[in-house]
């Protein structure tokens, strides 16, 4: 295990289509964030899990946006009915409690998402 | 609102000067900030952190200080070097909050020969 996985890399879809990305976490994290970072700024905070618990997700752009994270490991982002505002990088990240410090956040490559 | 700002949206340094790269919060209640480093193509990097019961921390050529007074920090990079080249990020979170990350919009910092 070398890091956080996102797949897919790169995502083209039209507008109204759903999508799902996915998140593998470093193995032994217990914490998953999403973000997404669109041009020119940083990335924008999403939501966040600890275990298989989502304890944050009001930062949410809209309803058409969830996450899960069934069994404490890997997290879904489902946008659906996409929009072309929602062309974006959309990274995900993980930490543990004291690996190696609690506010550290290793970040996947991110997918880049593509709304025609 | 933007909580944490960078002003700077890029710098040029020689090879072998300091590069300071600046960042400002508005929130009082961040307890932990963060640099994290951007190639394109790729995630953030984590360089270096803060927490806010400190002013200094250093790891190799790199010292983040943090002024909470002016609700500022700075990245200090001692000898710059080419491979520095990159966007630079700075982060602040709330340990109440499961440290999800406030960032600024990035300084896009060259580092010349």
């Known amino acids: 295990d070398t890091g956080v996985s996102q797949n897919p890399r790169h995502k083209i879809t039209k507008r109204g289509q759903n999508v799902t990305f996915r998140c593998d976490p470093i193995s032994e994290h217990n914490r998953l964030y999403w973000y997404r970072q669109t041009l020119g700024q940083g990335p924008e905070f999403l939501t966040y899990?600890?275990?298989?618990?989502?304890?944050?997700k009001s930062r949410l752009l809209s309803d058409r946006f969830s996450a899960e994270r069934p069994k404490g490991s890997f997290s879904t982002l489902e946008i659906q009915r996409t929009e072309q505002g929602d062309s974006a990088m959309y990274l995900c990240?993980?930490?543990?409690?004291?690996?190696?410090?609690?506010?550290?956040?290793?970040f996947g490559p991110g997918t880049r998402l593509t709304v025609l | 609102d933007q909580q944490v700002k960078q002003n700077s949206p890029s710098l040029s340094v020689q090879e072998g000067r300091i590069s300071i790269l600046n960042c400002d919060y508005t929130?009082?209640?961040?307890?932990?900030f963060l640099w994290y480093k951007k190639y394109p193509a790729e995630g953030p990097t984590f360089l270096i952190s803060i927490s806010s019961i400190k002013d200094k921390n250093e790891d190799g050529r790199f010292t983040v200080f943090l002024n909470k007074s002016a609700k500022h920090l700075s990245l200090h990079i001692v000898p710059s070097q080419p491979g520095d080249s990159a966007v630079y990020f700075c982060a602040a979170s709330l340990s109440n909050s499961g440290y999800a990350l406030n960032f600024g919009k990035g300084t896009s910092l060259l580092v010349t020969p």
């Open positions: 929130n009082s209640m961040f307890d932990y």
């Open positions: 990240a993980s930490s543990g409690r004291g690996f190696p410090r609690v506010d550290e956040q290793f």
């Open positions: 899990f600890q275990n298989e618990a989502q304890l944050e």
